[in-house]
């Protein structure tokens, strides 16, 4: 039995008390990923509860949040959540809080997913970060960029994307940008990817021009069945 590689994420990873130094903290050298570690007290599993998780996602407006009845408990997170979203839309972000059942899978390419479940990096054309904190359910999680590759250089893919790419006006690099297949990646053998922890908040690097650092690789998890998460993101 193959051992498990010792994860070099960690040289990535810079960890902050306070929300105003996760705000301040800049991405810099091979550092692409902010965390706040900490411990957040109260029952978020009744939030969830209180929702109506009919659909597979369900966003969770403060409006609703605010009116929720709820226990002591349940109030004390729901403080958390609120002062959370609160200090990140009066920090410039957009947040969203999120009760996840499951994520769309990718079917269209089954050899080649391109959903949140697959390691990968986030883009945009302007500077920015991706900020997530999962409060209830399983947590995502993030892997050194040194140890995985780039799937659309691995052959038995490239290969594969090549047969399926018809269109000769369009350039091969093209037709991999436009179906997101270049922000895609996949370990290297006997790696342990960071598993983020419940009540941690992360700022996660994404690839734009003028990125002083590579972005931070990451996946949603597999959701524990039954069990949605509880999730917010911007």
């Known amino acids: 039995m193959s051992k498990e590689k010792p994860t070099t994420i ?34 978020f599993q009744e939030i969830i509860d209180k929702v109506d998780s009919s659909e597979s996602i369900v966003e969770l407006k403060l409006s609703v949040l605010k009116n929720l009845k709820l226990s002591k408990k349940g109030d ?34 089954p050899f080649f997913p391109t959903d949140v479940y697959s390691f990968h990096v986030d883009r945009s054309p302007i500077p920015g970060a991706t900020i997530l904190c999962t409060y209830y359910g399983a947590a995502s999680e993030i892997v050194a960029n040194e140890d995985v590759q780039q799937k659309i250089n691995i052959p038995k ?17 093209i037709f991999l940008e436009e179906n997101f297949f270049d922000l895609h990646y996949e370990m290297k053998k006997n790696v342990q990817p ?41």
């Open 76 to 109: 004390l997170a729901r403080k958390h959540l609120i002062s959370d979203f609160i200090f990140l839309e009066n920090n410039g972000a957009d947040p969203i809080i999120n009760v996840i059942k499951e994520y769309d899978r990718d079917d269209v390419f």
């Open 10 to 43: 960690e040289q990535q990873i810079q960890y902050v008390k306070n929300f105003e130094d996760f705000f301040k903290t800049p991405f810099k050298g091979k550092i692409n990923a902010i965390g706040w570690q900490r411990t957040l007290e109260g029952d």
């Open 194 to 234: 960071k598993k983020l922890q419940v009540g941690e908040l992360w700022k996660l690097a994404i690839d734009h021009p003028n990125s002083p650092t590579l972005p931070s690789i990451h996946r949603a998890p597999k959701e524990n069945k039954g069990q949605p998460r509880l999730l917010l993101i911007c």
């Open 157 to 173: 893919y490239r290969e594969a994307l090549k047969e399926l790419h018809t269109d000769e006006n369009q350039a091969f690099e």
